[in-house]
């Protein structure tokens, strides 16, 4: 394989760095519980990820119970609500989305992808996801301390976030919270610098920047954007944990609290807002910039074309990545801040329309006169496509200051971000899950099982989010419990909240038989082979299925060729893999 | 012109300036040719630490500019008194000569590192260390003082409560870099007395093998360390 025919294509590059030693595990213990093998710590961030995703989607189940039949579930008080709110929004952000994107994905993909033989630091690899689980913990054991978990919404606005007005304002929920999210970024950060530096120092022979996968792609760009905008949230978290336990008043201007007054005064919680948003708006594409890479990948390999315009994908991933460091306070135009910022913010905010706007038009170039297979990874992706347009137009409503002013804090916000940044990725993640389970773990996932998830997630959501708009529309706030007898407030919009209510129940009911199916297929799925989806990229060349330590037996692999080639003309089957130096008289590629 | 060394120990030859930099980022295996895994971990983390420094200093900015109180003067809070005369910022001047001094020593142990020069080199990175504990002992004292005079992180004496909290916060994360900075410093002196990077000897934890090269990377953070002080200095003491 490694024999390069001169003439015919490029010689590949002799090997720069000697072949590593990895650390071999001599227990039970070291090989599955404290491993430092990338896939084997991806799977524990995945596995944790999705436990307290689970604990996310029941929260939200609760809180539709409430909107859809206010009065009827009397342990649902406003304070639970709150604390659900709350719960369900960090968890799902964070907690799920960020974890299982970065520290799942990138730890399985980037090793295999880019041909390495695992991260380059396995160790601190290994400490990032106990971390993690110790920040999870933090979180969980919120649910059991005295006063429960913080509501003060999933942004934590001070001055609220403090007081004792908000549920665990003055008890153990925010403090809980504040130390679990600066526990993950301590541990988010450890495994950050490993994917950054394995995608830049540890590629295979022949393996360019311009070669890779979009998945490593929108993985690495997201992780160099977490590593930058974590920061501004581990210092307000400081803050304001110094806030509340030594009495500071960084975030706490003069109030008066229950006819008394408080011994704050002087802070700005607009200050706390600049830095939450400064993490919080490249959070947004730290979880979508993933997503489009792995949507990439998909609707290639499943539409048999090589991506239309890989180029420009990468320069549209890296001008997103840069953009959304620019663009933080269009989440605070009615926060007060001078009015002249919102004009900039949503200049820059509409800009980002354009990048974005080229990737949705190259995914649906690539599918244009493609080989569609419509298996369950590529309906994941359409959908995903679909949704991620839908989202994207209420985002240029939102990114405009006179538009957002009257829709600000309504379930039009609610809808857009449930739109745009949790459905689009979940669509992704549930189609990346049903594209790389049979790496995985050697099995297909059950087809009939999956359809019915897919069907029944895809149309649901919409049934779930279409109508909030309109309830938004018509001005119901967010984050209200109870809309009561509120004059403007038409009968129909009760009617949809209880449409939406058991749409909700029926999509979580879905996820249950696409758990039971990831257990139901580890033993009975069809036997999948090393290759099921005859792709390209170097994950799907391993010697053995499921890969295993080391990821690629004696030899590294060399690769030839960009992740793309699909149905070339003159080859003998429809892929030519990375590695694969292919007829010598082939026109080369990229 | 620079030079690639590959693996079956042939060299290479690449580009200089800009064109050799489209061709490293262009090339296969490594953006960054002839860097080790380790020393680009450091520079990345530095830059994600610059984030954390870069926000802290940036609140406090904020704070300052927006207070409606006095700000207190920092060249009479920070002023020592020798005799009878007050002499401003004397302790944090002679903090920073030694933390800029010990930056200097730690170049120094980079260059008998890289010279195989196991006793300078020890004896450098001890001096480097015993620095920094000096720095972090005079912090003590600085806040010991301060806080003898009434300075808590809620209020002082002389206006603005932002000044005592964002003074804590700001010289507390920067002594704690610090203080990780010389216990670091102090295993890696142990490392080279030991000659375990002569002999590659593998670390307890990451089982990966000693090398001189650890020395340098010890000595970025240290860098920066000392970098980041610059800016509380000139942001905190002399504004």
């Given amino acids: 394989m490694v024999d390069v025919t001169p003439g015919s294509r490029d010689a590949v590059p002799p090997a720069e760095v000697p072949d590593v030693e990895l650390y071999h595990p001599h227990s039970w213990w070291t090989t599955y519980v404290f491993s430092q093998d990338a896939k084997v710590i991806a799977i524990q961030y995945a596995g944790t990820a999705m436990a307290i995703g689970f604990v996310a989607l029941v929260l939200s189940w609760l809180m539709r119970l409430q909107l859809g039949f206010p009065g009827t579930f009397d342990f649902i008080t406003p304070e639970a609500y709150y604390q659900f709110i709350t719960m369900h929004g960090m968890i799902m952000v964070v907690y799920l989305l960020t974890a299982l994107f970065l520290g799942g994905f990138g730890n399985y993909l980037i090793p295999l992808m880019v041909g390495a033989r695992d991260m380059v630091f396995p160790y601190a690899n290994m400490l990032s996801y106990w971390i993690y689980l110790l920040a999870v913990l933090v979180l969980v054991a919120s649910f059991f301390a005295p006063g429960g978990p913080t509501g003060a919404g999933w942004t934590l606005y001070p001055p609220q976030a403090i007081l004792s007005g908000t549920p665990g304002g003055q008890d153990w929920g925010i403090l809980l919270m504040l130390f679990s999210l600066i526990l993950f970024i301590i541990g988010f950060t450890m495994g950050g610098l490993n994917y950054v530096v394995t995608v830049l120092q540890a590629r295979a022979r022949g393996m360019t920047l311009m070669r890779l996968p979009l998945t490593v792609w929108g993985i690495f760009t997201a992780t160099v954007m977490a590593l930058l905008a974590f920061p501004a949230l581990f210092v307000a978290c400081v803050m304001m944990l110094f806030d509340r336990l030594l009495g500071t008043s960084f975030f706490m201007p003069a109030l008066v609290e229950m006819g008394e007054q408080l011994s704050y005064g002087g802070g700005s919680p607009i200050l706390f807002q600049h830095l939450f948003w400064f993490f919080g708006h490249p959070e947004v594409y730290i979880v979508a910039l993933p997503a489009f890479g792995i949507v990439s990948d998909l609707i290639s390999t499943h539409a048999r074309k090589n991506i239309f315009g890989y180029r420009m994908m990468v320069w549209a991933i890296v001008a997103i990545g840069a953009l959304s460091f620019i663009v933080w306070a269009h989440h605070m135009y009615v926060s007060g801040m001078h009015p002249y910022f919102g004009f900039f913010f949503a200049t820059?905010?509409?800009?980002?329309?354009?990048?974005?706007?080229?990737?949705?038009?190259?995914?649906?170039?690539?599918?244009?006169?493609?080989?569609?297979?419509?298996?369950?990874?590529?309906?994941?992706?359409?959908?995903?496509?679909?949704?991620?347009?839908?989202?994207?137009?209420?985002?240029?409503?939102?990114?405009?200051?006179?538009?957002?002013?009257?829709?600000?804090?309504?379930?039009?916000?609610?809808?857009?971000?449930?739109?745009?940044?949790?459905?689009?990725?979940?669509?992704?993640?549930?189609?990346?899950?049903?594209?790389?389970?049979?790496?995985?773990?050697?099995?297909?996932?059950?087809?009939?099982?999956?359809?019915?998830?897919?069907?029944?997630?895809?149309?649901?959501?919409?049934?779930?989010?279409?109508?909030?708009?309109?309830?938004?529309?018509?001005?119901?706030?967010?984050?209200?419990?109870?809309?009561?007898?509120?004059?403007?407030?038409?009968?129909?919009?009760?009617?949809?909240?209880?449409?939406?209510?058991?749409?909700?129940?029926?999509?979580?009911?879905?996820?249950?038989?696409?758990?039971?199916?990831?257990?139901?297929?580890?033993?009975?799925?069809?036997?999948?082979?090393?290759?099921?989806?005859?792709?390209?990229?170097?994950?799907?060349?391993?010697?053995?299925?499921?890969?295993?330590?080391?990821?690629?037996?004696?030899?590294?692999?060399?690769?030839?060729?960009?992740?793309?080639?699909?149905?070339?003309?003159?080859?003998?089957?429809?892929?030519?893999?990375?590695?694969?130096?292919?007829?010598?008289?082939?026109?080369?590629?990229? | 012109m620079a030079e690639t060394l590959t693996s079956n120990g042939t060299t290479h030859q690449r580009p200089d300036g800009l064109r050799g930099i489209a061709a490293d980022w262009s090339s296969d295996q490594r953006a960054f040719k002839n860097v080790s895994w380790g020393k680009a971990m450091m520079w990345v983390f530095l830059l994600s630490d610059t984030f954390i420094f870069g926000c802290f200093l940036l609140a406090y900015m904020t704070a300052r500019m927006s207070t409606t109180v006095p700000w207190p003067n920092a060249s009479e809070v920070f002023g020592l008194h020798v005799g009878d005369v007050s002499v401003p910022l004397l302790l944090i001047a002679i903090m920073t000569f030694v933390l800029i001094s010990s930056s200097g020593t730690m170049a120094m142990a980079v260059n008998f590192a890289y010279r195989r020069n196991r006793r300078m080199t020890v004896l450098m990175i001890l001096l480097t260390a015993l620095m920094g504990a000096t720095f972090v002992g005079m912090q003590a004292f600085e806040w010991s003082k301060l806080i003898s005079e009434g300075v808590r992180p809620w209020e002082n004496p002389w206006g603005a409560a932002q000044f005592g909290s964002s003074f804590f916060m700001i010289t507390g994360f920067h002594g704690t870099h610090v203080t990780f900075g010389v216990i670091f410093l102090l295993i890696v002196a142990r490392k080279v007395w030991r000659g375990d990077y002569d002999r590659g000897t593998r670390g307890f934890f990451t089982s990966r093998r000693g090398d001189y090269e650890h020395v340098e990377i010890m000595g970025l953070y240290w860098h920066f360390v000392d970098l980041v002080w610059v800016f509380i200095f000139a942001f905190f003491y002399l504004w």
């Fill in chain 1, 348 to 590: 820059t905010t509409l800009i980002i329309a354009v990048p974005t706007a080229i990737k949705v038009y190259n995914w649906v170039l690539t599918l244009w006169r493609g080989d569609i297979h419509l298996s369950l990874p590529m309906l994941f992706a359409l959908a995903f496509i679909v949704t991620f347009v839908n989202g994207g137009l209420t985002g240029l409503f939102l990114g405009n200051v006179v538009v957002d002013v009257p829709l600000s804090d309504t379930m039009f916000v609610v809808a857009h971000f449930h739109m745009v940044m949790g459905v689009a990725p979940i669509m992704v993640i549930f189609g990346a899950i049903y594209h790389w389970y049979p790496k995985i773990t050697g099995r297909m996932l059950n087809d009939a099982m999956g359809h019915f998830h897919f069907w029944v997630t895809f149309i649901g959501a919409y049934a779930i989010f279409f109508p909030m708009h309109y309830v938004g529309l018509v001005g119901v706030p967010r984050r209200y419990p109870e809309l009561g007898e509120t004059a403007f407030i038409p009968d129909s919009v009760h009617d949809l909240n209880a449409f939406i209510t058991v749409a909700a129940l029926i999509v979580g009911f879905a996820q249950m038989v696409f758990l039971f199916n990831l257990f139901w297929s580890l033993r009975y799925g069809k036997e999948a082979g090393g290759n099921p989806w005859r792709a390209t990229t170097l994950e799907w060349q391993t010697p053995q299925t499921p890969p295993a330590h080391g990821n690629w037996g004696k030899e590294l692999p060399v690769v030839y060729r960009w992740a793309y080639d699909y149905s070339v003309p003159g080859a003998p089957q429809d892929f030519i893999a990375q590695n694969d130096p292919g007829p010598p008289n082939l026109p080369r590629h990229a």
